[in-house]
């Protein structure tokens, strides 16, 4: 086999919380297009940190729809929850520069602090209240080694504008402190949080592009600030437009009739899906 000089890494970043839809397949499909037209690597990372919704059987259905739809990847696939001493290591170096504080407030001392319904998607959070946050300059508690004494949020630069250039979506820019504040970055339960464990995971596997749904623009700003406080490049971003259901409302898992299974058990094949992938959203 000739062995590929590209150096475009990509990665496919399943959740096992419930079957992959239309949506997650056409993401998955632009970014597996995007690798192969690179000549580079796709990697498939298994994100299974959410220990309340993770099923093992979600996992074997997730990579086997993908198998299904003829997604390849290479293996072996990358379990976020076999990666704890990784996020620790990571954890332990945003202590040791100050970038990261201990939080016991709940998130209804939060709700109730900006006194206002919060309406961002699962991977948003609101904004947290100045008043929270510690003194810059105040000794912060030690890390144990497991990480549960404490919650643990970054500490965003106040008014700074962060900017990128989706590959998709064309310039994009947020301002820290306004548009999200002080972000979670390690639960008590001993557990990284989404943004923390992908930024560690990008930057650990050296992806030089990611490709994921619109819904996650707004974790792209907490992600590049992570990237930045622990020395990594920024990959690219390509974030695909969300798929709508026929009501207008974005596609989620509790779709079921547009599962990859369900339409799979009426007797949809692989080629008719891809081909409606490739006239609504080409992925150039
Ligand atoms: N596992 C995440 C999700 O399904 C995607 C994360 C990512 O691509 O960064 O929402």
Excluded at 250 to 256: P, W
Aim: proline share 8%; glycine share 8%.
């Amino acid at each position: 086999m000739k062995k590929s000089v590209s150096t475009y890494r990509g990665r496919l970043a399943p959740s096992p919380t419930g079957h992959l839809h239309l949506g997650h397949a056409r993401t998955f499909w632009v970014a597996a297009e995007r690798a192969r037209a690179a000549g580079g690597t796709l990697l498939l990372r298994n994100d299974d940190l959410d220990a309340i919704r993770f099923r093992l059987d979600f996992v074997a259905a997730m990579l086997e729809d993908l198998r299904w739809l003829g997604l390849t990847w290479e293996e072996p696939i990358i379990s976020q929850s076999e990666r704890l001493p990784l996020y620790r290591a990571a954890l332990a170096r945003l202590h040791a520069t100050g970038q990261i504080f201990p939080c016991t407030r709940t998130r209804r001392d939060v709700l109730d602090a900006i006194g206002a319904p919060h309406e961002g998607g699962e991977n948003d959070e609101p904004v947290y209240p100045p008043q929270f946050r510690p003194p810059a300059d105040a000794p912060l508690p030690p890390l144990d080694d497991a990480g549960r004494a404490f919650n643990w949020r970054f500490r965003v630069p106040d008014g700074e504008t962060l900017a990128f250039d989706d590959a998709a979506l064309g310039p994009q820019s947020a301002i820290a402190g306004r548009d999200f504040g002080d972000f979670l970055v390690w639960r008590k339960d001993g557990v990284p949080s989404y943004q923390f464990a992908c930024a560690v995971d990008d930057a650990d596997l050296r992806i030089t592009e990611v490709v994921r749904g619109a819904d996650l623009i707004k974790s792209t700003f907490r992600q590049l600030l992570l990237l930045r406080a622990l020395g990594a490049p920024a990959p690219v971003y390509y974030h695909a437009p969300l798929m709508l259901d026929a009501a207008g409302v974005r596609l989620a898992k509790r779709h079921d009739a547009l599962s990859l299974r369900t339409l799979r058990e009426r007797g949809a094949t692989p080629l008719e899906i891809i081909a409606q992938f490739s006239f609504s959203n080409p992925p150039g």
